[in-house]
């Protein structure tokens, strides 16, 4: 499964996933800095099944009938490596129940 790390998730958290699960950083892809709305056109246009964001207003700033994959905003406290790795089996289990298109938000 082919996952997309935005740039305010550390790119450690890709070690947390099983070795399956083909993890990638935006700033691997060579897509840092892009708007939300072309980032999500380059990461569908790849093949990525879901872009794993920590920000919070994406949802309220893309339209979801134009979504090409699923975003999944995680919502800890603090974005910290050690606050996101325990949010890491509900993103996998929200994976694998056949994700459709729209945003998804994971909290501790």
Request: hydrophobic content about 45%; aromatic content about 6%.
């Amino acid at each position: 499964m082919k996952l997309l790390l935005d740039e305010q998730v550390p790119a450690r958290l890709a070690r947390e996933f099983p070795e399956d699960y083909d993890v990638h950083t935006v700033q691997t892809m060579g897509w840092a800095s892009k708007k939300n709305g072309e980032l999500l056109r380059l990461a569908a246009a790849e093949g990525f099944v879901a872009l794993l964001s920590a920000d919070k207003n994406m949802e309220y700033q893309q339209s979801t009938t134009e979504l090409a994959l699923a975003v999944i905003v995680l919502a800890p406290t603090m974005n910290r490596l050690g606050d996101l790795i325990p949010l890491v089996p509900s993103v996998i289990a929200l994976l694998e129940d056949n994700l459709t298109p729209d945003f998804y938000r994971i909290t501790p």
